[in-house]
């Protein structure tokens, strides 16, 4: 439920208002604008009785909310939300931002010269997988804990904020101690145990769409995080699974508008999952940005043909700065910044 109050409602009245809610173990949110003030019920609100809220001298409009995500919902929280990483602002108006890095890390060399070269051709954060979720069992799963020291020293050697994906509860600790923005991966977006856990964190949290998600089950994924007590969530397309087979993935271009309708959150864009072929990133990228996606994060790899997963969808460093050239182009020409 939405309840705004008139624009020169006292003080203490607004505090009567807040306190009668919370009296009804309804979570208030206020939100504070020029002109008015909001308050976000989130709760059981099947009781409460717009009739009696709006005889309220200081109430302006009564308003239910018929989603079943509230924190999320652009209609509790009007202007965008920006979220910190690691001093990056991502989302709003803010510069657009692109991450790359490997798929996996394979050491720390690997990982601080790719490093270099992401940051060299214009990236603003590092991402790499040290636990990697694989579909074969017998892949290769990532170098686990001395992966997340090899980004460590590639972050020490270049400054740049890293990105790594977080798969169980008991590794929560030392994501929280190393990376700066956890991600959490599509095959994971509706583990409800490992979404709660997330949502105690202090470091933000990267939602990518499950395999076959709709978008409101992504939505209320990052309900979850949200109301456990961590608002920094970004949304993170990675292409679903469709009947096509030409691509590894179908990147649903269309979320970026709708997520920015529905909800208040940032959205970035994965082209290397959702394409799957390293001849493709460079156009759904440039896609996403004129869509208005806030940001990229886009598979780099030296050695693509050695790489030791997903060699054939990652850019060399030399193709992954062509794109951010001109992918600045296009959010200059949207009226937005590349970072």
């Known amino acids: 439920m939405i309840i705004t109050l008139k624009k020169n409602a006292p003080e203490e009245e607004v505090k009567k208002i807040r306190e009668h809610f919370e009296s009804m ?14 308050f976000g019920l989130v709760g059981d609100t099947a009781r409460l009785d717009e009739r009696k809220i709006m005889a309220n001298q200081w109430v302006e409009n009564v308003q239910r909310v018929s989603a079943p995500y509230k924190l999320a919902n652009r209609m509790f929280h009007p202007e965008d939300s920006v979220v910190d990483v690691a001093g990056i602002p991502v989302g709003g108006k803010s510069p657009v931002v692109v991450i790359g890095g490997p798929c996996s ?7 601080v ?15 790499g997988g040290a636990y990697k979720p694989r579909t074969s069992p017998y892949s290769f799963q990532g170098l686990g804990y001395e992966g997340i ?3 460590v020293r590639a ?10 994906e977080l798969m169980s509860v008991d590794k929560i600790d030392e994501f929280e101690e190393n990376v700066d923005l956890v991600q959490i991966g599509a095959r994971n977006m509706q583990n409800f145990d490992l979404l709660k856990a ?13 395999m076959s998600a709709a978008i409101e089950d992504w939505i209320m994924s990052a309900e979850y995080i949200m109301a456990n007590g961590n608002p920094n969530v970004i949304l993170c397309e990675r292409g679903i699974r469709t009947f096509e087979k030409y691509t590894r993935n179908t990147m649903d271009l269309a979320v970026i508008p709708i997520i920015k309708e529905k909800t208040h959150l940032p959205i970035i ?17 440039l896609a996403a940005v004129a869509a208005g996606a806030d940001g990229l994060i886009i598979e780099v790899h030296d050695h693509p043909d050695e790489a030791w997963s997903d060699g054939a969808q990652s850019l060399k460093p030399e ?10 182009k296009i959010a200059e020409a949207c009226g937005r910044p590349l970072r």
């Open 25 to 38: 173990n309804l979570r208030v949110n206020m939100i504070k604008g020029d002109e008015y003030n909001v």
């Open 105 to 111: 890390v394979e050491g720390e060399d690997q990982a």
């Open 113 to 127: 010269r790719i490093a270099k070269e992401v940051k060299e051709a214009g990236g603003c954060m590092l991402r």
């Open 149 to 151: 020291v090899d980004l």
């Open 155 to 164: 972050r020490e050697k270049t400054g740049l904020p890293i990105v790594s």
């Open 198 to 210: 997330v949502g105690h964190m202090h470091k933000p949290i990267l939602l990518k769409r499950g």
């Open 269 to 285: 864009i994965d082209p290397s999952h959702s394409t799957g072929n390293w001849k493709y990133v460079e156009a759904v990228s």
């Open 319 to 328: 193709k992954f700065a062509q794109l951010i050239e001109k992918a600045r």
